[in-house]
């Protein structure tokens, strides 16, 4: 579990070890907020423990001072539970970036961030939000079809690490999921 600095670790009396999310931060409350540069280690941490080839602290840095972007942390407590990044051209935009701490999934965060980033989609008056995820990503692929994204076309051989075909989703702003 990453601990912010300023921050410091309860540990079970019984083990001494950290406690985990589960054990204290599941049961509060999720709320979403704009990430602000402070929580750009925490988001790395997750980004770290997320995808093959995460993103650098660098590059969040350089999107939090687009006008043109959106990033968004989901809290439980104190703790940053995950994140997502939108960014939006004429009236079209793309989900960058969207996980969840390891300790935190299947618990619904993942989808409480995917309604923020189309919540800002509406309010920019965007008409159509894309996508790319990795084929075998069978959960995130599940929790976007959810939400009323289709497949509009397979990038073969996009990611690497290993070498895996990506697929472009789209849903359309005004479009309620089935």
């Not at 070890?17 to 990430?35: F, G, K, N, T, Y």
């Not at 961030?113 to 159509?128: P, Y």
């Not at 894309?130 to 959960?139: I, K, Q, T």
């Given at each position: 579990?990453?601990?912010?600095?300023?921050?410091?670790?309860?540990?079970?009396?019984?083990?001494?070890?950290?406690?985990?999310?589960?054990?204290?931060?599941?049961?509060?409350?999720?709320?979403?907020?704009?990430?602000?540069?402070?929580?750009?280690?925490?988001?790395?941490?997750?980004?770290?423990?997320?995808?093959?080839?995460?993103?650098?602290?660098?590059?969040?840095?350089?999107?939090?001072?687009?006008?043109?972007?959106?990033?968004f942390v989901a809290e439980t407590g104190d703790q940053i539970a995950g994140y997502a990044a939108v960014w939006f051209v004429a009236d079209e935009a793309e989900l960058g970036d969207?996980?969840?701490?390891?300790?935190?999934?299947?618990?619904?965060?993942?989808?409480?961030?995917?309604?923020?980033?189309?919540?800002?989609?509406?309010?920019?008056?965007?008409?159509?939000?894309?996508?790319?995820?990795?084929?075998?990503?069978?959960?995130?692929?599940?929790?976007?079809?959810?939400?009323?994204?289709?497949?509009?076309?397979?990038?073969?051989?996009?990611?690497?690490?290993?070498?895996?075909?990506?697929?472009?989703?789209?849903?359309?702003?005004?479009?309620?999921?089935?």
């Amino acid at each position: 579990m990453y601990v912010r600095p300023e921050q410091s670790v309860r540990s079970k009396p019984e083990t001494g070890q950290p406690e985990r999310p589960e054990d204290s931060a599941a049961s509060e409350a999720v709320s979403v907020r704009a990430m602000r540069v402070r929580d750009v280690p925490e988001v790395v941490y997750i980004e770290n423990r997320s995808f093959r080839v995460p993103w650098s602290e660098s590059t969040f840095k350089s999107l939090l001072r687009q006008p043109h972007a959106a990033l968004f942390v989901a809290e439980t407590g104190d703790q940053i539970a995950g994140y997502a990044a939108v960014w939006f051209v004429a009236d079209e935009a793309e989900l960058g970036d969207l996980a969840v701490h390891p300790d935190y999934r299947r618990r619904g965060i993942g989808s409480i961030l995917l309604r923020r980033a189309l919540q800002e989609a509406r309010g920019r008056k965007i008409r159509v939000l894309y996508l790319e995820v990795r084929a075998g990503n069978e959960d995130a692929r599940r929790l976007y079809e959810r939400s009323g994204f289709e497949v509009m076309t397979v990038r073969r051989g996009y990611y690497s690490q290993p070498v895996e075909d990506a697929l472009v989703m789209r849903r359309l702003i005004d479009a309620q999921p089935r």
